[in-house]
């Protein structure tokens, strides 16, 4: 795999006030992606050009609370073991492989976020176009094999809701909880038809802190995460 990059990137930061700051970003990427053989050239043969804005805005309304706003475009590119037609025998039945047609995935990315002292709250939303999902299944029904790989959905977007709590039991014993909640759905063909699968999931993660004598410490950190969206399944 050859993939050369070219980019030129401009940022702009400005202060309105004391409390507010902006900032502005453009970037453009023009790629060069190829992929082959020495006995089959071409493979892969890409030519493409992108323009990636940014825009950040945040505003200290006093001393404990901040509000934050951001946009952002973003690429996700394939990477070599994605799309290389190779072959990983897992079994006589399982088989892992690359995928040529695979495409770059183009990400929109909004975010409000609103700081308290040291607690934060994040509301987030992306849409993926061409999304790529990894470890994707099908059965070929003439050898009833199952091959696995990598593969573009229509799309798959995400709203997601942050929280962060601190507290600090006392002087040697502080505490961190995120919580964070999730619904994304995603849409895609399957079996020649169109197929939609959504789902809400929770994962909540808390780190325990304990100052020890002597400049030592002691950390105990556990997570619980429900079910979530794996690409189609």
Do not use: C
């Amino acid at each position: 795999l050859k993939e050369n990059i070219s980019a030129a990137y401009v940022a702009y930061n400005i202060n309105p006030d004391e409390k507010t700051n902006l900032k502005l970003g453009l970037r453009y990427e023009y790629i060069n992606s190829n992929l082959g053989t020495v006995a089959m050239k071409n493979i892969v043969d890409r030519h493409y050009g992108s323009l990636f804005p940014s825009f950040f805005i945040s505003r200290k309304i006093n001393d404990d609370q901040t509000i934050n706003f951001s946009y952002s475009r973003r690429i996700s590119r394939p990477t070599f073991n994605d799309m290389a037609p190779f072959i990983f025998f897992f079994d006589p039945n399982t088989f892992f492989s690359g995928n040529p047609a695979l495409q770059p995935s183009i990400s929109e990315n909004i975010k409000t976020d609103f700081s308290f002292k040291k607690m934060l709250v994040s509301l987030s939303y992306s849409y993926d176009d061409n999304s790529i999902a990894g470890f994707q299944s099908r059965i070929d029904p003439k050898t009833n094999k199952q091959i696995f790989f990598a593969e573009n959905l229509n799309y798959l977007q995400t709203a997601s809701l942050l929280l962060a709590l601190p507290f600090d039991v006392n002087k040697w014993w502080s505490m961190q909880y995120n919580i964070i909640g999730t619904w994304q759905q995603a849409s895609t063909i399957y079996n020649n038809a169109s197929l939609k699968v959504q789902l809400a999931n929770l994962n909540i993660r808390t780190t325990q802190n304990f100052q020890l004598p002597k400049n030592y410490s002691f950390e105990l950190t556990a997570f619980y995460q429900t079910a979530s969206i794996f690409g189609r399944y």
